[in-house]
């Protein structure tokens, strides 16, 4: 799905103002050499991941939003490949995602590898962009315009 609404693109806020600098560099950083990627790219790709953890967080206490998982815990945030490809080098890299998740989310924010029917029918994708929309923050288009893609076997032992 493309994203060609110029409405779902808000320029205003950063997403990389989430966390603090020192925290940010240190994931950036580490997905730049982990993938083999320039800063600029990485600087990018670490921003939209903390979109994510911000949308992902702030849609937890709504209700009417979102999936369950089979398990009736909630899953209304989905990444895009390239998205989670920042999520997995930022979870190889504890600490400063600990502090991330703790400064944009709270709490720590788990990977939870799954393929739902809304990944795969879209859905999901479709409550992820609202949810991304509704942070206010900066939506990278080259980072959200694919479908949600599972990294993992479906729903390995849950």
Same mark, same amino acid.
């Given at each position: 799905?493309?994203?060609?609404?110029?409405?779902?693109?808000?320029?205003?806020? &950063?997403?990389?103002?989430?966390?603090?600098?020192?925290?940010? &560099?240190?994931?950036?950083?580490?997905?730049?050499?982990?993938?083999?990627?320039?800063?600029?790219?990485?600087?990018?790709?670490?921003?939209?991941?903390?979109?994510?953890?911000?949308?992902?967080?702030?849609?937890?206490? &709504?209700?009417?939003?979102?999936?369950?998982?089979? =398990?009736?815990?909630?899953?209304?945030?989905?990444?895009?490949?390239?998205? =989670?490809?920042?999520?997995?080098?930022?979870?190889?890299?504890?600490?400063?995602?600990?502090?991330?998740?703790?400064?944009?989310?709270?709490?720590?924010?788990?990977?939870?590898?799954?393929?739902?029917?809304?990944?795969? =029918?879209?859905?999901?994708?479709?409550?992820?962009?609202?949810?991304?929309?509704?942070?206010?923050?900066?939506?990278?288009?080259?980072?959200? =315009?694919?479908?949600?893609?599972?990294?993992?076997?479906?729903?390995?032992?849950?």
């Amino acid at each position: 799905m493309t994203l060609t609404n110029p409405s779902l693109v808000q320029a205003d806020k &950063d997403p990389q103002t989430l966390i603090d600098a020192e925290t940010f &560099d240190k994931l950036a950083e580490f997905f730049a050499v982990r993938q083999e990627v320039t800063k600029t790219y990485a600087r990018r790709a670490v921003g939209q991941l903390l979109l994510m953890l911000k949308a992902h967080a702030d849609s937890q206490n &709504d209700p009417d939003f979102g999936r369950l998982l089979p =398990d009736g815990r909630s899953y209304r945030v989905v990444p895009t490949e390239p998205v =989670d490809a920042a999520w997995h080098a930022a979870l190889q890299h504890t600490e400063p995602y600990q502090a991330a998740c703790q400064q944009v989310a709270g709490s720590f924010v788990h990977h939870v590898p799954i393929l739902t029917e809304g990944m795969a =029918d879209g859905s999901s994708m479709e409550y992820t962009r609202q949810a991304l929309k509704a942070t206010g923050y900066y939506i990278d288009p080259e980072f959200w =315009d694919g479908e949600a893609k599972s990294c993992c076997p479906p729903n390995p032992g849950i």
